[in-house]
């Protein structure tokens, strides 16, 4: 099969493409990319989740990069995606392997790169790993290893707690003395991924849901969406609870509960923390999303006179934005944030912990804060709708698209376009839409942001009559 890198790692299905056999390619291939650049000799870090035969997974990286010469630090446990990447930079290790399929169904698995910043490897490494994948295989290029015991025996591969490290820096971030001695009554749902447990280890009396080991996720994809939280929506309802917190499945996302047990949203979360990281923290920097992202952080970012990015969609994007500029901090609308002075990385652990943090300084719960800023910037209304579309269909759309952007929806005149990651119409009043078709599923997304919630219906009416769907 052909190995295709992602918005973030390479991924499939167990046993049918994510096979021991094509983890090894792979493996094979990153260990070769690191001693040709001269990177191996650094070393690389590998951790793993919660997920069906992940710990058997990241031994087998373990014993290709040992038989390619390179020693490995590897987690003695499960451990989030963000302790891992703060380890490949506080080690100063060539690069790191994370065994993770993050928020994807239970029957995914994945293989994350991270680069020696501590990032997810840019789209430029994983163009160069997929070509290395394709010159190896066509050349029948042998996958060198050395079984993990052996490997072991030799002192080349050393178990080490990641968390250790990644807790120093998050104390130094985050003000944990003043969350504690605030009172605030937290639930957390790490939905049984590999945050389970991490929250509670540096915040004493927090109490946390879906924490024992399900290999299934409970039946459900281990994202923090609004239809997967509704019993951490329930605890926060019922009074015992002033907030809730949500991990994916490797604990690189984050989503959130209010103080009345609504869904706190990906957007709502990261205006709300820009907001605590300018006013209460002192910082500053540019601030960067991603194409779909609430324009409440363009007016913020107005507000506080802050630079301003728009990427496509993809952590990946802002991160290279992160190792170029001076980045306060930068978001997407999956709940993948990221701050400064930290590692160009989404961090759900550590954006859970700040937002704490935002309500123990203001002594304010999640929504009233949001509303405060809202009064001052203007109230915005969110909503994607996910619809399938024929593969063909999809390209029809999208020829039309690109060779006649309609002028107006609803009757409403479109004012500028970006189509930069799909096509975004911007109406006169910033009110927008985005039409965004899967490049990998034959699905069409569509989002839209409007001053009021009658307009977001109207205007994703008008894109799907548009579509046809």
């Known amino acids: 099969m052909q190995i295709k890198f992602g918005t973030d790692g390479?991924?499939?299905v167990i046993a049918r493409e994510f096979t021991f056999d094509n983890l090894s390619l792979v493996a094979q291939a990153t260990m070769d990319y690191l001693n040709r650049d001269g990177l191996g000799d650094r070393g690389l870090v590998i951790g793993y989740d919660r997920r069906f035969l992940s710990r058997d997974f990241a031994c087998r990286v373990a014993e290709i990069a040992v038989g390619?010469?390179?020693?490995?630090?590897?987690?003695?446990?499960?451990a989030p995606t963000p302790a891992i990447s703060w380890a490949v930079k506080s080690l100063n290790a060539g690069a790191g392997v994370m065994i993770t399929a993050s928020h994807n169904p239970p029957e995914y698995n994945g293989f994350k790169v991270k680069e020696s910043f501590g990032g997810s490897a840019r789209p430029a490494t994983t163009a160069i790993l997929e070509e290395i994948v394709a010159f190896n295989v066509a050349n029948e290029r042998r996958v060198v290893h050395c079984p993990f015991e052996e490997a072991q025996r030799k002192g080349m591969v050393e178990l080490f707690d990641p968390c250790e490290g990644y807790?120093?820096?998050?104390?130094?971030?985050?003000?944990?003395?003043?969350i504690a001695t605030s009172g605030i009554a937290v639930a957390v749902d790490p939905m049984y991924g590999a945050g389970s447990g991490f929250i509670p280890r540096l915040l004493h009396g927090v109490t946390e849901i879906h924490n024992e080991h399900n290999p299934s996720f409970g039946g459900q994809p281990p994202e923090p969406i609004e239809e997967h939280l509704k019993e951490l929506s329930a605890l926060v309802a019922s009074g015992k609870y002033r907030v809730g917190l949500a991990l994916d499945g490797d604990a690189d996302r984050i989503g959130a509960v209010?103080?009345?047990g609504a869904f706190f949203s990906s957007h709502c979360i990261f205006t709300v923390i820009l907001r605590h990281l300018i006013e209460r923290k002192q910082l500053r920097g540019g601030v960067v999303k991603t194409v779909s992202t609430t324009r409440m952080i363009d007016l913020l970012a107005e507000k506080y006179g802050l630079p301003l990015h728009e990427t496509p969609?993809?952590?990946k994007h802002i991160c290279e934005l992160m190792l170029t500029e001076d980045i306060l901090m930068g978001g997407e609308e999956s709940g993948g944030l990221g701050v400064k002075g930290h590692i160009p990385e989404r961090d759900g652990i550590l954006l859970g912990l700040l937002l704490l943090e935002a309500m123990a300084t203001s002594g304010k719960g999640l929504r009233q804060?949001?509303?405060?800023?809202?009064?001052?910037?203007?109230?915005?209304h969110y909503r994607r709708i996910d619809r399938k579309i024929d593969s063909s269909e999809k390209e029809r759309l999208i020829a039309r698209l690109k060779l006649q952007p309609p002028a107006d929806?609803?009757?409403?005149?479109?004012?500028s376009f970006n189509f930069s990651d799909g096509f975004k119409f911007i109406f006169e009043n910033g009110d927008w839409l985005l039409i965004r078709p899967s490049g990998t599923e034959p699905v069409l997304r569509l989002y839209?942001?409007?001053?009021?919630?009658e307009q977001v219906d109207r205007l994703l009416r008008a894109a799907g009559m548009l579509a046809g769907i």
């Open 313 to 315: 969609i993809g952590f």
């Open 409 to 415: 929806f609803d009757g409403r005149e479109v004012v």
């Open 448 to 453: 839209s942001e409007a001053s009021a919630p």
């Open 369 to 380: 804060m949001l509303d405060e800023t809202m009064d001052e910037i203007g109230h915005f």
């Open 167 to 178: 807790f120093r820096q998050i104390g130094r971030y985050v003000d944990l003395d003043l």
């Open 68 to 78: 390619n010469g390179i020693r490995v630090h590897m987690s003695d446990s499960y």
């Open 10 to 12: 390479w991924r499939g």
């Open 258 to 260: 209010d103080e009345h």
